[in-house]
C-alpha cells in the first residue's frame, strides 16, 4: 500500500471512486458533494493549496483509500471528507489519518467529520482517536407519490434575492453551514431557490431548497423562523410552498431535510407534512482548543 498527496491528474478516477463509495451506505460520509462532477470540483479546490489537503491510499493502479480536509481556515475549522477505505479498513484509515492530521493540527483548532451509523469503520476510527459526538440529526425524507398539496396558496411568500442580504442576515443562523451570503448566491443556480415570509412589509421566516440531482431529488437546507413569531403557521406555509415547487415544477421525485434529535417540535411539523425517517447521522469533532458545546451538526 502507498499513500500520497491527491494530484490533478488523479482527479476524474478519484471522483469517479469517491461517488460510487457514498453511495454505499456502509461508506457514507456527509459534505461529500453528492453529484460525480461537483466531487471533482470540491476535490480539485484541495489541490490547489500549499499544504497538502488530501491523500490517495493506492495498492498497485487501484484506490482503496481517501481522506481530504475541506478547509474553513476563517474559523480554524476543518472536515473531513472521508476516511474512505475499500479494503483493511482499519490499516488504510489510520494510515491516511497519519498524514492528514498533521495539516489538521497545524492550521485548524477543530476537525469535524459526520455519517451514517452504518459506516462502522468510521465510527470506530473516531471513537479510537477521541473524537466527541456533539450532535446526532435524522434525515427525513417526502416522496412526490406521497405528499398531499395544501390548499393555502401561500400568498406571502416571496421569493428572495441578494438586495434581500440584510434582512435575511438578521434570520440566518451564524453557524450555518453556509453563510447569508453563500446561500443567496447558491440560490442564483438552477434548481435552487429561497423564499421568504412578508408580514406587514418585515421579513419574518425564510426557506432554502437545493436541488441535489435534477428531476431527483431536493434538499431544504434551512427553514428558519423569526423566534417572536414561531407556531403561528410561517413555517408550515413555507415548507407547503417549497414542497409544491419541488415536486410540481422542478418534477423531484423526493426532497429530504435534516433535523436534530432534540428538536421535537420541528421533526413532528414535518412528519404531519408527509415526511419519514430516512437516515440518522452522527457527527464527531476532535479540538486542539476548548469549543462550544452549542455547536450544530454543520
Known amino acids: 500500500m502507498q499513500i500520497r498527496e491527491l494530484e490533478v491528474r488523479e482527479l476524474h ?159 440566518h443562523p451564524t453557524a450555518a453551514y453556509y453563510t447569508t451570503d453563500e446561500m443567496l448566491h447558491l440560490a442564483q443556480k438552477e434548481g435552487n431557490h429561497i423564499w421568504g415570509y412578508m408580514e406587514d412589509g418585515e421579513l419574518i421566516g425564510y426557506l432554502y431548497l437545493e436541488t441535489i440531482s435534477p428531476d431527483e431529488e431536493g434538499e431544504i437546507c434551512f427553514v428558519n423562523v423569526l423566534p417572536s413569531k414561531r407556531s403561528a403557521g410561517v413555517g408550515t406555509t413555507l415548507m407547503n410552498h417549497a414542497l409544491q415547487y419541488a415536486f410540481f415544477a422542478l418534477h423531484l421525485d423526493v426532497v429530504t431535510i435534516s433535523v436534530r434529535t432534540q428538536n421535537k417540535q420541528a421533526e413532528e411539523l414535518y412528519k404531519q407534512l408527509g415526511f419519514t425517517e430516512s437516515h440518522t447521522i452522527y457527527a464527531f469533532q476532535k479540538s486542539w482548543k476548548p469549543v462550544s458545546s452549542s455547536s450544530h451538526l454543520h
Open 13 to 171: 478516477k478519484v471522483a469517479e471512486w469517491l461517488f460510487q463509495m457514498n453511495e454505499q451506505d456502509h461508506h457514507y460520509v456527509a459534505w461529500l458533494a453528492s453529484d460525480q462532477n461537483e466531487i471533482f470540483e470540491q476535490i480539485w479546490t484541495l489541490t490547489q493549496f500549499k499544504e497538502p489537503l488530501a491523500y490517495v491510499a493506492w495498492e498497485g493502479n487501484e484506490i482503496i483509500g481517501f481522506m481530504g480536509l475541506l478547509p474553513f481556515f476563517e474559523q480554524k475549522l476543518c472536515r473531513l471528507l472521508g476516511p474512505f477505505a475499500l479494503e483493511n479498513q482499519e490499516e488504510v484509515i489510520e494510515r491516511l489519518w497519519e498524514k492528514a492530521s498533521l495539516t489538521a493540527q497545524l492550521h485548524f483548532d477543530v476537525v469535524k467529520v459526520a455519517c451514517f451509523a452504518k459506516n462502522e469503520a468510521l465510527v470506530t476510527f473516531a471513537q479510537h482517536h477521541d473524537f466527541e459526538l456533539y450532535n446526532v440529526e435524522k434525515t427525513l425524507a417526502v416522496h412526490h407519490t406521497s405528499y398531499t398539496p395544501t390548499k393555502d396558496k401561500g400568498q406571502k411568500v416571496v421569493d428572495l434575492h441578494l438586495e434581500d442580504y440584510s434582512n435575511l442576515h438578521r434570520l
